[in-house]
Protein backbone atom coordinates (compact mmCIF):
# COMPACT_ATOMS: atom_id res chain seq x y z
CA UNK A 1 0.00 0.00 0.00
CA UNK A 2 1.37 3.27 -0.96
CA UNK A 3 0.49 5.87 2.00
CA UNK A 4 1.14 9.40 1.42
CA UNK A 5 1.29 11.89 4.38
CA UNK A 6 0.22 15.29 4.50
CA UNK A 7 0.61 18.55 6.74
CA UNK A 8 -2.76 20.23 6.88
CA UNK A 9 -4.94 23.01 8.51
CA UNK A 10 -8.30 22.86 6.07
CA UNK A 11 -9.34 26.15 7.52
CA UNK A 12 -11.43 26.01 5.63
CA UNK A 13 -11.52 22.52 3.18
CA UNK A 14 -11.75 24.11 -0.22
CA UNK A 15 -11.18 23.23 -4.10
CA UNK A 16 -8.05 24.15 -4.52
CA UNK A 17 -7.54 21.06 -1.23
CA UNK A 18 -9.58 19.03 -2.98
CA UNK A 19 -7.70 18.82 -5.96
CA UNK A 20 -4.32 18.37 -4.43
CA UNK A 21 -5.70 14.94 -2.79
CA UNK A 22 -7.06 14.46 -6.36
CA UNK A 23 -3.78 14.45 -8.10
CA UNK A 24 -2.47 12.01 -5.07
CA UNK A 25 -4.91 9.56 -5.99
CA UNK A 26 -4.31 9.83 -9.56
CA UNK A 27 -0.60 9.76 -9.34
CA UNK A 28 -1.13 6.30 -7.06
CA UNK A 29 -1.40 7.04 -3.67
CA UNK A 30 -3.65 3.98 -2.25
CA UNK A 31 -3.81 5.97 1.06
CA UNK A 32 -3.54 9.64 2.36
CA UNK A 33 -2.76 10.44 6.02
CA UNK A 34 -3.60 14.25 7.50
CA UNK A 35 -1.71 15.53 10.62
CA UNK A 36 -4.17 18.39 10.82
CA UNK A 37 -4.24 21.36 13.32
CA UNK A 38 -6.35 21.77 16.05
CA UNK A 39 -8.82 24.73 17.21
CA UNK A 40 -6.27 27.19 16.57
CA UNK A 41 -4.07 27.78 14.17
CA UNK A 42 -0.73 29.64 12.83
CA UNK A 43 -2.24 32.63 12.23
CA UNK A 44 -2.91 33.07 15.55
CA UNK A 45 -6.87 32.73 15.15
CA UNK A 46 -9.44 29.98 15.97
CA UNK A 47 -10.68 27.81 13.41
CA UNK A 48 -13.35 28.49 11.46
CA UNK A 49 -15.17 25.00 11.97
CA UNK A 50 -14.27 22.85 15.18
CA UNK A 51 -11.53 19.90 14.76
CA UNK A 52 -13.86 17.54 14.51
CA UNK A 53 -16.00 18.86 11.52
CA UNK A 54 -12.54 19.77 9.46
CA UNK A 55 -11.63 16.01 10.12
CA UNK A 56 -14.78 14.99 8.74
CA UNK A 57 -14.79 16.92 5.58
CA UNK A 58 -11.40 15.86 4.47
CA UNK A 59 -12.44 12.34 4.98
CA UNK A 60 -15.27 13.32 2.63
CA UNK A 61 -12.54 14.60 -0.18
CA UNK A 62 -10.12 12.04 -0.28
CA UNK A 63 -8.43 11.85 3.07
CA UNK A 64 -8.29 8.16 4.49
CA UNK A 65 -6.99 9.06 8.04
CA UNK A 66 -6.40 12.45 10.60
CA UNK A 67 -4.04 12.63 13.45
CA UNK A 68 -4.12 15.96 15.50
CA UNK A 69 -0.69 18.27 15.25
CA UNK A 70 -0.68 19.65 18.96
CA UNK A 71 -1.24 23.32 19.45
CA UNK A 72 2.27 23.97 20.81
CA UNK A 73 3.57 23.31 16.94
CA UNK A 74 -0.08 24.41 15.17
CA UNK A 75 0.78 27.55 16.61
CA UNK A 76 4.04 28.31 15.58
CA UNK A 77 6.46 29.48 13.43
CA UNK A 78 6.93 27.93 9.95
CA UNK A 79 10.05 25.96 11.12
CA UNK A 80 8.54 24.32 14.18
CA UNK A 81 5.16 23.62 12.42
CA UNK A 82 6.87 21.94 9.58
CA UNK A 83 9.32 19.86 12.17
CA UNK A 84 6.08 19.21 14.23
CA UNK A 85 4.00 17.72 11.12
CA UNK A 86 6.88 16.08 9.90
CA UNK A 87 7.82 14.49 13.18
CA UNK A 88 4.41 12.93 13.41
CA UNK A 89 3.71 11.38 9.99
CA UNK A 90 7.73 9.87 10.35
CA UNK A 91 6.54 8.68 13.71
CA UNK A 92 3.92 6.61 12.19
CA UNK A 93 5.85 4.58 10.79
CA UNK A 94 3.90 3.76 7.42
CA UNK A 95 4.10 6.66 5.61
CA UNK A 96 6.16 5.95 2.74
CA UNK A 97 5.54 9.92 1.09
CA UNK A 98 4.85 13.55 2.42
CA UNK A 99 2.55 15.52 -0.23
CA UNK A 100 2.36 19.50 -0.26
CA UNK A 101 1.17 22.01 -2.33
CA UNK A 102 3.69 24.70 -3.66
CA UNK A 103 4.00 27.63 -5.90
CA UNK A 104 7.42 25.97 -7.35
CA UNK A 105 5.87 22.63 -7.88
CA UNK A 106 9.75 20.84 -7.99
CA UNK A 107 10.56 19.31 -5.47
CA UNK A 108 14.24 19.12 -6.41
CA UNK A 109 14.54 23.43 -6.46
CA UNK A 110 13.21 23.46 -2.58
CA UNK A 111 15.43 20.95 -1.63
CA UNK A 112 18.45 23.05 -3.24
CA UNK A 113 17.05 25.89 -1.40
CA UNK A 114 16.98 24.45 2.07
CA UNK A 115 20.32 23.27 1.67
CA UNK A 116 20.90 26.70 0.75
CA UNK A 117 19.43 28.48 4.02
CA UNK A 118 21.24 25.79 6.29
CA UNK A 119 24.29 26.65 4.65
CA UNK A 120 27.48 28.15 6.99
CA UNK A 121 28.04 30.73 4.04
CA UNK A 122 24.91 32.68 4.95
CA UNK A 123 25.39 33.17 8.15
CA UNK A 124 27.96 36.57 8.38
CA UNK A 125 25.84 38.29 5.38
CA UNK A 126 22.72 36.88 7.37
CA UNK A 127 24.04 38.33 11.19
CA UNK A 128 24.92 41.74 9.18
CA UNK A 129 21.09 41.71 7.83
CA UNK A 130 19.77 41.05 11.42
CA UNK A 131 21.89 44.00 12.63
CA UNK A 132 20.67 46.43 10.14
CA UNK A 133 16.70 46.06 11.83
CA UNK A 134 15.34 43.68 9.30
CA UNK A 135 13.11 40.75 9.80
CA UNK A 136 14.49 37.26 9.82
CA UNK A 137 12.78 36.40 6.57
CA UNK A 138 13.82 39.28 4.47
CA UNK A 139 17.19 39.06 5.79
CA UNK A 140 17.31 35.51 4.96
CA UNK A 141 15.93 35.53 1.75
CA UNK A 142 18.33 38.40 0.47
CA UNK A 143 21.50 36.56 2.71
CA UNK A 144 20.85 33.33 0.09
CA UNK A 145 20.54 35.90 -3.01
CA UNK A 146 24.12 37.13 -2.17
CA UNK A 147 25.41 33.80 -1.80
CA UNK A 148 23.09 31.55 -4.02
CA UNK A 149 21.53 34.07 -6.65
CA UNK A 150 18.39 35.45 -7.32
CA UNK A 151 16.65 32.06 -8.81
CA UNK A 152 16.91 30.02 -5.16
CA UNK A 153 16.38 33.46 -3.22
CA UNK A 154 13.31 33.62 -5.36
CA UNK A 155 11.95 30.37 -3.57
CA UNK A 156 11.55 31.89 -0.15
CA UNK A 157 9.76 34.30 -1.01
CA UNK A 158 6.24 32.67 -1.31
CA UNK A 159 4.66 30.73 1.60
CA UNK A 160 4.07 27.40 0.26
CA UNK A 161 7.28 27.12 -0.67
CA UNK A 162 8.83 28.14 2.39
CA UNK A 163 6.78 25.50 4.45
CA UNK A 164 8.15 22.92 1.68
CA UNK A 165 11.95 23.84 2.57
CA UNK A 166 11.08 23.78 6.12
CA UNK A 167 9.55 20.43 5.46
CA UNK A 168 12.91 19.24 3.75
CA UNK A 169 15.24 20.97 6.99
CA UNK A 170 12.92 19.32 8.84
CA UNK A 171 13.21 15.39 7.00
CA UNK A 172 17.12 16.21 7.35
CA UNK A 173 17.25 17.16 10.85
CA UNK A 174 15.17 13.89 11.57
CA UNK A 175 17.10 11.47 9.48
CA UNK A 176 13.83 10.67 8.09
CA UNK A 177 12.93 7.80 5.03
CA UNK A 178 10.04 9.86 4.21
CA UNK A 179 10.51 11.00 0.20
CA UNK A 180 9.09 14.61 -0.18
CA UNK A 181 6.62 15.19 -3.34
CA UNK A 182 4.76 18.70 -4.03
CA UNK A 183 1.39 19.60 -6.33
CA UNK A 184 1.57 23.01 -7.78
CA UNK A 185 -1.16 24.75 -6.28
CA UNK A 186 -3.53 25.85 -8.66
CA UNK A 187 -5.70 29.56 -8.59
CA UNK A 188 -5.45 32.15 -6.09
CA UNK A 189 -2.14 32.56 -4.03
CA UNK A 190 -1.64 31.96 -0.36
CA UNK A 191 -3.09 34.90 1.28
CA UNK A 192 -4.82 36.01 -1.53
CA UNK A 193 -8.46 37.33 -1.67
CA UNK A 194 -8.63 37.05 -5.48
CA UNK A 195 -10.78 33.92 -6.89
CA UNK A 196 -9.62 32.18 -9.75
CA UNK A 197 -11.49 29.98 -11.71
CA UNK A 198 -13.81 28.61 -8.73
CA UNK A 199 -10.43 28.46 -6.61
CA UNK A 200 -10.36 30.66 -3.35
CA UNK A 201 -7.36 30.64 -0.96
CA UNK A 202 -8.05 29.79 2.92
CA UNK A 203 -7.54 34.03 3.47
CA UNK A 204 -9.64 35.40 1.22
CA UNK A 205 -12.49 32.74 2.42
CA UNK A 206 -12.16 32.95 6.15
CA UNK A 207 -12.56 36.60 5.22
CA UNK A 208 -16.04 36.18 3.30
CA UNK A 209 -17.29 33.98 6.42
CA UNK A 210 -16.59 37.03 8.17
CA UNK A 211 -18.23 39.37 6.27
CA UNK A 212 -21.18 36.68 5.77
CA UNK A 213 -20.52 35.94 2.10
CA UNK A 214 -20.93 33.34 0.33
CA UNK A 215 -18.44 30.57 -0.29
CA UNK A 216 -20.22 28.09 -1.92
CA UNK A 217 -19.06 28.04 -4.96
CA UNK A 218 -14.95 27.77 -3.26
CA UNK A 219 -15.22 24.40 -1.23
CA UNK A 220 -16.96 21.20 -2.40
CA UNK A 221 -20.76 20.69 -2.38
CA UNK A 222 -20.03 17.71 0.50
CA UNK A 223 -18.74 19.88 3.57
CA UNK A 224 -21.39 22.57 2.83
CA UNK A 225 -23.68 20.83 5.37
CA UNK A 226 -20.62 21.47 8.30
CA UNK A 227 -21.30 24.92 8.22
CA UNK A 228 -24.77 24.63 9.87
CA UNK A 229 -23.63 24.48 12.70
CA UNK A 230 -20.42 26.81 12.22
CA UNK A 231 -19.60 29.43 14.90
CA UNK A 232 -20.28 33.08 14.12
CA UNK A 233 -17.06 33.61 12.61
CA UNK A 234 -17.45 37.50 13.09
CA UNK A 235 -18.65 37.36 17.09
CA UNK A 236 -15.65 34.56 17.71
CA UNK A 237 -13.02 37.09 16.42
CA UNK A 238 -14.80 39.62 18.23
CA UNK A 239 -14.82 37.52 21.53
CA UNK A 240 -11.36 36.20 20.61
CA UNK A 241 -9.91 40.47 20.59
CA UNK A 242 -11.64 40.61 24.28
CA UNK A 243 -10.38 38.21 26.15
CA UNK A 244 -6.94 38.09 24.59
CA UNK A 245 -6.70 42.46 25.13
CA UNK A 246 -8.29 41.28 29.03
CA UNK A 247 -5.46 38.73 29.33
CA UNK A 248 -2.50 40.90 28.31
CA UNK A 249 -3.54 43.42 30.48
CA UNK A 250 -3.36 41.27 33.12
CA UNK A 251 0.53 39.90 32.60
CA UNK A 252 3.80 40.80 34.08
CA UNK A 253 6.93 41.72 31.36
CA UNK A 254 8.11 38.39 32.96
CA UNK A 255 5.31 36.37 31.58
CA UNK A 256 5.69 38.21 28.43
CA UNK A 257 9.10 36.97 28.39
CA UNK A 258 7.68 33.66 28.86
CA UNK A 259 5.76 33.55 25.63
CA UNK A 260 7.41 31.02 22.77
CA UNK A 261 9.14 32.46 20.21
CA UNK A 262 9.74 35.42 22.48
CA UNK A 263 13.13 36.82 21.12
CA UNK A 264 15.10 40.23 20.22
CA UNK A 265 13.37 42.45 22.74
CA UNK A 266 9.97 41.54 21.70
CA UNK A 267 8.71 40.89 24.89
CA UNK A 268 9.35 45.02 25.98
CA UNK A 269 8.24 46.28 22.60
CA UNK A 270 4.93 44.45 23.35
CA UNK A 271 5.13 45.57 26.89
CA UNK A 272 4.78 49.31 25.92
CA UNK A 273 2.44 48.98 23.36
CA UNK A 274 0.08 46.99 25.87
CA UNK A 275 0.43 49.49 28.18
CA UNK A 276 -0.96 52.39 25.54
CA UNK A 277 -3.59 50.40 23.88
CA UNK A 278 -6.77 50.68 24.27
CA UNK A 279 -7.68 47.47 22.14
CA UNK A 280 -5.99 44.35 20.77
CA UNK A 281 -5.74 46.11 17.57
CA UNK A 282 -4.17 48.69 18.63
CA UNK A 283 -1.63 46.60 20.66
CA UNK A 284 -0.89 45.01 17.40
CA UNK A 285 -0.65 48.49 15.26
CA UNK A 286 1.81 49.85 18.21
CA UNK A 287 4.21 46.58 18.10
CA UNK A 288 3.80 46.10 14.49
CA UNK A 289 7.68 47.10 13.06
CA UNK A 290 9.96 46.48 10.48
CA UNK A 291 11.01 43.30 12.38
CA UNK A 292 8.51 42.57 14.06
CA UNK A 293 5.70 41.47 11.80
CA UNK A 294 2.55 41.13 12.08
CA UNK A 295 1.74 37.74 11.78
CA UNK A 296 4.45 36.94 14.48
CA UNK A 297 2.48 39.35 17.19
CA UNK A 298 -0.65 37.67 16.12
CA UNK A 299 0.92 34.60 17.29
CA UNK A 300 2.48 35.79 19.81
CA UNK A 301 -0.68 37.47 21.62
CA UNK A 302 -2.51 33.67 20.39
CA UNK A 303 0.32 32.55 22.79
CA UNK A 304 -0.79 34.64 25.39
CA UNK A 305 -4.00 33.64 25.20
CA UNK A 306 -3.39 29.83 25.59
CA UNK A 307 -1.65 30.75 28.64
CA UNK A 308 1.56 28.67 26.51
CA UNK A 309 4.99 29.09 27.34
CA UNK A 310 8.21 28.93 26.28
CA UNK A 311 8.95 25.75 28.28
CA UNK A 312 5.86 24.13 26.13
CA UNK A 313 7.40 24.95 22.72
CA UNK A 314 10.65 22.52 24.23
CA UNK A 315 8.54 19.47 24.49
CA UNK A 316 8.61 17.01 21.37
CA UNK A 317 5.78 14.95 19.61
CA UNK A 318 4.53 12.30 22.61
CA UNK A 319 1.80 10.79 20.72
CA UNK A 320 -0.48 10.41 17.59
CA UNK A 321 -3.61 11.66 18.75
CA UNK A 322 -6.54 9.97 16.37
CA UNK A 323 -9.31 12.56 15.19
CA UNK A 324 -11.01 10.64 12.58
CA UNK A 325 -10.90 7.79 9.93
CA UNK A 326 -12.71 5.82 7.46
CA UNK A 327 -13.13 2.04 6.14
CA UNK A 328 -9.36 2.11 4.40
CA UNK A 329 -7.88 4.71 7.24
CA UNK A 330 -9.38 1.95 9.89
CA UNK A 331 -6.82 -0.70 7.81
CA UNK A 332 -3.96 1.99 7.99
CA UNK A 333 -4.42 2.54 11.47
CA UNK A 334 -4.27 -1.35 12.67
CA UNK A 335 -1.01 -0.94 10.87
CA UNK A 336 0.18 2.02 12.70
CA UNK A 337 -0.84 0.60 16.01
CA UNK A 338 1.92 -1.71 15.16
CA UNK A 339 4.81 0.13 13.69
CA UNK A 340 4.51 3.48 15.33
CA UNK A 341 7.62 4.97 17.13
CA UNK A 342 5.31 7.00 19.78
CA UNK A 343 1.97 5.78 21.25
CA UNK A 344 -0.71 5.98 19.73
CA UNK A 345 -4.31 7.83 21.62
CA UNK A 346 -7.57 6.56 20.18
CA UNK A 347 -10.11 6.99 23.62
CA UNK A 348 -9.68 9.03 26.68
CA UNK A 349 -7.94 5.74 28.53
CA UNK A 350 -5.13 5.68 26.81
CA UNK A 351 -3.84 9.30 28.03
CA UNK A 352 -3.15 6.90 31.15
CA UNK A 353 -0.13 5.32 29.43
CA UNK A 354 1.37 8.49 28.24
CA UNK A 355 4.70 10.25 29.44
CA UNK A 356 4.22 13.08 31.81
CA UNK A 357 5.34 15.29 28.66
CA UNK A 358 2.71 13.61 27.09
CA UNK A 359 -0.24 14.55 29.45
CA UNK A 360 0.86 17.53 29.65
CA UNK A 361 0.28 18.02 25.81
CA UNK A 362 -3.27 16.82 26.32
CA UNK A 363 -3.98 18.79 28.89
CA UNK A 364 -3.16 22.27 26.70
CA UNK A 365 -5.55 20.42 24.34
CA UNK A 366 -8.24 20.74 26.47
CA UNK A 367 -7.42 24.01 27.18
CA UNK A 368 -7.89 24.86 23.68
CA UNK A 369 -11.13 23.29 23.37
CA UNK A 370 -12.48 24.76 26.49
CA UNK A 371 -11.56 28.11 24.80
CA UNK A 372 -12.66 27.72 21.64
CA UNK A 373 -16.15 26.62 22.81
CA UNK A 374 -16.03 29.50 24.62
CA UNK A 375 -15.23 31.58 21.70
CA UNK A 376 -17.53 29.78 19.57
CA UNK A 377 -20.75 29.81 21.65
CA UNK A 378 -23.65 31.94 20.65
Known sequence: MNITGLVCEYNPFHNGHRYHLQQLRQEGADCLIGCMSGHFTQRGEPSVLSRADRARAALENGLDLVIELPAVFACAGAERFAYGGMAHLDALGICDTVSFG???GSVAALQRASQAVLSPRIREPLRK??????????????AVREVFGEETAALLREPNNILGIEYAKALRRLNSSLQLHTVRRVGAP?????IRSGYASASGLREMLTAGGDISPYVPESTLPFYGNAPDRQRQLEKLSLLTFYRLKTMTLSELAALPEMSEGLEN?????IQQGTTTA???SLAKCKRYPLSRLRRSLLHAFLHLTSADFQIGPQYLRVLAFN????????????AAALPVVQRHADRSSLSDAGKHLLEIEDRC????QLLSSP
Not at 129 to 142: D, H, I, V
Not at 190 to 194: A, E, I, L, Q, R
Open 269 to 273: RLYKA
Open 369 to 372: DTLY
Open 327 to 338: EKGQAALRRMKT
Open 190 to 194: HDSTD
Open 282 to 284: GIL
Open 102 to 104: SES
Open 129 to 142: LLSSGMTFAAAREQ
